[in-house]
């Protein structure tokens, strides 16, 4: 005697297909609705901002006349934001997660570290902003410069790249770590020579997209009092200066209808730089796998 | 002493048994051993000699220890959280539990191959001189002679020795298992632990890997771990039977094999449990 009635698994058979294919179209939808939203979003973008993007654009500092405007001092302003924050952040952030995956006991005082960490990743930027304006520019007396805005972006990002760094160190197999041992390596020579170059390509690959956070990130910055209008470059990190975002927010802001252009240029500049960070992550990630 | 004994026993062709219960040198003397996971006591009152240039096989059903036991010769054991031990093992006549002896050091002496092949994703050439590098050895001479003789001693110098540089990876299960085993005779250990090294592996490369073990014994001592009790039987000089965390029997292979002195240790090796 069959369990089975065959008679079921036929009726059932069209409607099943049918779900099959109807859930498919959702998921594609769902897939075309972020990308037709990009391409809306870039579309007007080029369309407004490619006309105010010529050599003078990148010559010129902020002005008040729109055809006169440029991002001279945002665009080196942010280049020397990810000077400080890209050492800073990557040395903290990678030596936090080598010790809590590699050398800290397994307790519950780490994974309440663990966990905490991650909690930090989702707190409002706005809040970092606060505490590098204590710290930093108030108690540091560090002022609004380079160097306090570097590090308040710097603890902002620190979240997630310890996060990510410490997620590709775990994905390493645990048999490779036993080998090394297992020839009398010491467990930093494990850690260099077999667990960081399995490691590395998630490590960079967080780690550069944090940095890209950082650079777009406007809010914490707000809070430092970093300027949004300056017509000179910084010497030092001692320096004030301004940055990508703050710029283009300082020309949205503006009432002249111009002023919306330059904005948009601003943009592009913004997205061919985060563009530009992003194919280096891909790079040396490709590079890195290549070699095993 | 030891040598003369010997010397007797070639002249007189002795049979294999006899000539192993003469006493040779021991390596590991192991007394009093008892380990817990946890609650979980794991090895029980182990009491347990290894002899230099011999093979000692260790077999028992799963979950009996012996692997436990294997990795306690290295100390490998301490990489699981919540380990205790009491007792000791004496490598060489000296306590390796003891914590003035460094993990390090003793593992310089003893090698280990894995159950899975555990190449590391670099060349052939890189793998094989990954021991001596950290050890400090930087000689690209000496590198080269230890990552010729190391591939040659694991009988696998002839299929790869065109492709030094290629990635591990691309190497079959087989040629995998004994690429690691030449990455651990490149430490030129004294001991090598082996833990169940051919469970991965097809019948060809089983049958590689254990004349490969006969040809070792001659300069090493092997200890191996493995589920294959015909495997125990073809390449040990002796065995031990876990079970429960326990020896229950050690002997010469052939007495083990043909008229065990526990029941127990018969039901396991005539298939009747585990």
Redesign the interface.
């Known amino acids: 005697m069959k369990l089975i009635d065959k008679t079921i698994v036929a009726k059932k058979m069209p409607i099943r297909l049918v779900r099959n294919t109807i859930l498919k179209g959702l998921f594609f939808l769902a897939t075309t609705f972020g990308l037709l939203v990009l391409g809306i979003l870039l579309y007007r973008i080029f369309a407004q901002g490619i006309g105010y993007l010529d050599w003078d654009f990148f010559q010129n500092f902020a002005s008040r006349r729109p055809e006169e405007a440029g991002i001279k001092a945002a665009l080196i302003g942010s280049i020397w934001l990810m000077i400080v924050v890209a050492p800073v952040a990557l040395l903290l952030g990678l030596g936090t997660a080598i010790y809590l995956e590699e050398y800290a006991k397994k307790n519950w005082f780490t994974s309440f570290i663990k966990l905490n960490i991650s909690n930090l990743a989702g707190v409002p930027s706005i809040i970092f902003g606060l505490l590098g304006l204590t710290i930093f520019v108030r108690a540091l007396a560090l002022d609004r410069s380079v160097l306090a805005a570097g590090l308040t972006m710097s603890l902002l990002v620190l979240p997630v790249i310890i996060v990510a760094a410490q997620e590709a160190i775990r994905s390493v197999p645990r048999e490779l770590r036993e080998a090394s041992y297992g020839m009398g390596a010491t467990k930093w020579q494990t850690i260099v020579r077999v667990v960081l170059p399995a490691a590395i390509p998630g490590i960079l690959t967080g780690s550069i997209l944090a940095l890209s956070r950082a650079v777009g990130e406007t809010a914490p910055l707000v809070v430092v009092g970093i300027p949004m209008f300056i017509a000179f470059l910084p010497k030092n990190v001692f320096d004030t200066f301004t940055v990508l975002p703050m710029q283009i927010y300082n020309w949205t802001s503006r009432p002249q209808e111009e002023f919306q252009s330059v904005a948009a240029a601003g943009i592009l500049v913004l997205l061919f730089l985060l563009i530009f960070m992003n194919s280096i992550a891909v790079f040396i990630r490709n590079k890195f796998q290549k070699r095993y | 002493m030891n040598m003369t004994l010997l010397r007797t026993s070639e002249a007189f062709n002795m049979d294999k048994t006899v000539v192993s219960q003469l006493s040779k040198e021991k390596v590991y003397e192991t007394s009093q051993l008892n380990l817990w996971y946890g609650e979980k006591h794991a090895l029980k009152n182990i009491e347990l000699d290894i002899h230099q240039n011999e093979v000692t096989a260790i077999i028992g059903p799963s979950g009996c220890g012996k692997s436990t036991y294997l990795k306690t010769l290295?100390r490998?054991v301490e990489?699981t959280?919540d380990v205790r031990t009491s007792g000791e093992i004496k490598y060489r006549n000296r306590n390796i539990l003891d914590k003035s002896y460094k993990?390090?050091?003793?593992?310089?002496q003893v090698?280990?191959v894995?159950q899975?092949p555990?190449?590391?994703?670099?060349s052939i050439y890189e793998n094989v001189a990954?021991?001596p590098k950290?050890?400090g050895i930087r000689n690209k001479k000496v590198l080269d002679e230890v990552v010729e003789k190391s591939l040659r001693g694991a009988a696998i110098w002839d299929e790869v020795k065109d492709r030094l540089h290629d990635?591990a990876?691309g190497l079959s299960g087989g040629q995998q298992q004994r690429l690691?085993i030449a990455?651990?005779l490149a430490?030129e250990p004294d001991v090598i632990l082996m833990d169940e090294p051919t469970s991965a592996l097809d019948p060809i490369s089983t049958l590689k890997v254990e004349e490969l073990v006969q040809q070792l014994k001659e300069h090493y001592s092997i200890i191996i771990v493995t589920h294959n009790m015909q495997q125990a039987a073809r390449i040990s000089d002796r065995t031990a039977f876990f079970l429960n965390g326990e020896v229950i029997e050690y002997n010469n292979t052939n007495t083990i094999f043909s008229r065990p002195s526990d029941q127990r240790t018969e039901d396991y090796i005539s298939g009747r449990f585990g």
């Open positions: 290295n490998m990489l959280p993990v390090e050091e003793l593992r310089t090698g280990m894995f899975k555990n190449p590391f994703p670099k990954y021991g950290i050890h990635n990876y690691c990455r651990c430490i």
